[in-house]
Nanobody
Framework: QVQLVESGGGLVQAGGSLRLSCAAS????????MGWFRQAPGKEREFVAA???????LYADSVKGRFTISRDSAKETQYLQMNSLKPEDTAVYYC???????????????WGRGTQVTVSS
């Protein structure tokens, strides 16, 4: 059974940076697309970024130029470097894995439990 465990969330001031990590276990996900979604209070879960096994990436317009997704297949871990954080980035961030590099939530089969990111103004 696949497990995805996020870490690295926390409280940061606007303009600051955080790096999220997501470790996979249970089966290899090296051929899967790894992605990040986020959900703010009272809002739908939305796509943030994704990366395929070849390093191809996809970003939401709201984070382009500020966030960078990467992965270390040998460690079965993916990362989300978040710079120039804004209060509107405050949300629970979820790691996900699926077969296709796409921004659609229902295209991802496996999900972590999430890590809270809070950006103060």
């Amino acid at each position: 059974q696949v497990q995805l465990v996020e870490s690295g969330g926390g409280l940061v001031q606007a303009g600051g940076s955080l790096r999220l990590s997501c470790a996979a276990s249970g089966r290899t996900l090296v051929n899967y697309v790894m992605g990040w979604f986020r959900q703010a209070p009272g809002k739908e879960r939305e796509f943030v970024a994704a990366i395929n096994k070849s390093g191809g990436t996809l970003y939401a317009d709201s984070v382009k130029g500020r966030f960078t997704i990467s992965r270390d297949s040998a460690k079965e871990t993916q990362y989300l470097q978040m710079n120039s954080l804004k209060p509107e980035d405050t949300a629970v961030y979820y790691c996900a894995a699926g077969p296709t590099l796409i921004a659609r939530r229902n295209a991802y089969n496996y999900w972590g439990r999430g890590t809270q990111v809070t950006v103060s103004s």
